[in-house]
């Protein structure tokens, strides 16, 4: 049986969510340069095919904290600096993902599969 296209397109998604995550992790991070990593991160992913949108924010705050009180002025990026959004277009159906910290683990999940209303005669 061929995968439908709903199947396909949540498959991309999570293409791009390994490739984003396991690109990205242990890049160097400081609170100065958290916009244009996670802006490199939305351009490398939104090269890929089937993707709409992506948008990384990065939690300077968290970093800060991370930081404070150290001599330190770079951390490592990790799932718990990120929150991530993609939206992936697969012959008309639309993933919406979305990646976050869910009891200390960065989870990808999808949010919503939406697919195309049938066409009427």
């Given at each position: 049986?061929?995968?439908?296209?709903?199947?396909?397109?949540?498959?991309?998604?999570?293409?791009?969510?390994?490739?984003?995550?396991?690109?990205?992790?242990?890049?160097?991070?400081?609170?100065?340069?958290?916009?244009?990593?996670?802006?490199?991160?939305?351009?490398?992913?939104?090269?890929?095919?089937?993707?709409?949108?992506?948008?990384?924010?990065?939690?300077?705050?968290?970093?800060?904290?991370?930081?404070?009180?150290?001599?330190?002025?770079?951390?490592?990026?990790?799932?718990?600096?990120?929150?991530?959004?993609?939206?992936?277009?697969?012959?008309?159906?639309?993933?919406?993902?979305?990646?976050?910290?869910?009891?200390?683990?960065?989870?990808?999940?999808?949010?919503?599969?939406?697919?195309?209303?049938p066409?009427?005669?």
């Amino acid at each position: 049986m061929d995968p439908t296209d709903a199947q396909t397109a949540c498959f991309e998604a999570g293409i791009k969510f390994g490739t984003l995550y396991h690109q990205f992790t242990g890049t160097p991070l400081a609170p100065r340069s958290a916009d244009s990593i996670a802006r490199a991160m939305e351009e490398a992913i939104e090269n890929q095919p089937h993707c709409l949108e992506v948008s990384v924010d990065i939690l300077e705050d968290a970093v800060r904290e991370e930081l404070a009180g150290t001599d330190a002025t770079y951390t490592e990026l990790t799932g718990r600096f990120m929150e991530v959004e993609m939206v992936i277009d697969y012959e008309g159906v639309e993933v919406h993902t979305r990646m976050d910290m869910v009891d200390g683990y960065p989870l990808m999940r999808v949010e919503s599969v939406e697919e195309p209303e049938p066409a009427t005669e």
